[in-house]
């Protein structure tokens, strides 16, 4: 990795392998700080709810750490594994914050750095066109890319999108979806009734940690907290079925 577009000492590495190190078989996180007297690593506790295989930063030392100084990169770490790359995830949070992110692999023994200026991921800050670049077309690309599932061609010469949107648990199930019950996983999508008349009008994909990819109405693609209010409008989760 180079150092140089941080201006990390060995030590501050020696930090996040040490972190890392302490914190297995889990994932590691934690933020690095510009501060008048230097870069501090500062440690964050993970507060995902699969530490082994994702991070989430304690939204408390994020506060703590805005008091010490600016923030300049996230860092985290993968345990006994062989991969050694950024996940979409990883990617998705990097651009969405504007800030580079650090992966230290401790079974390899090797840092990576993500820089979020790389567009390294085409999912994010995209602005709304109809039936160009909305929350379908959103759903269709990630599912090519991350799946290799196309979606059915017809579904592109339909206007359902935004002249028939009772149609859409209809539309999404013949393109192989059905609707689940139980625990989300990375890639399900939830339909989503923003105006509580009983059917979707809204498409978003799970990300894991409680976060959401999703391509607003007039507005940007994005990512955001699965909070209460879009908990509160779920009309649905759907899985594809080659996903069971």
Known sequence: MDDNILNLTNRDFLKIKNHAIEELPNECCGLLIDT??????????????????????????YFRAIQKGKIIAFY?????????????????NSIN??????????????????????????????????????????????YLKEFNIPFPPELKNTK???????????????????????????????????LSRGKPNHLMIYLNNNQILHHKHRGYSTVEIYNEQYKKHTHSIARHTSRN
């Open 160 to 194: 359902w999108v935004n002249e028939n949107l009772e149609n859409m648990e209809t539309e999404i199930k013949k393109c192989g979806f059905q609707i689940i019950n139980g625990e989300k996983k990375f890639g399900d999508l939830i339909l989503l009734d923003e």
């Open 36 to 61: 008048s007297s230097g870069i501090d690593v500062s440690r964050s506790n993970n507060v995902s709810d699969n530490k082994l295989s994702n991070f989430s930063i304690d939204i408390k030392d």
């Open 76 to 92: 985290h770490s993968h345990g006994e594994s062989d991969i050694n790359e950024f996940s979409l995830l990883d990617k998705i």
């Open 97 to 142: 914050h504007k800030l580079p992110m650090i992966l230290y692999n401790t079974k390899l023994n090797e840092f990576k750095l993500f820089n979020s200026n790389d567009l390294g991921c085409s999912y994010v800050g995209k602005p709304f066109k109809f039936e160009k670049a909305t929350c379908l077309t959103l759903v269709e690309n990630f």
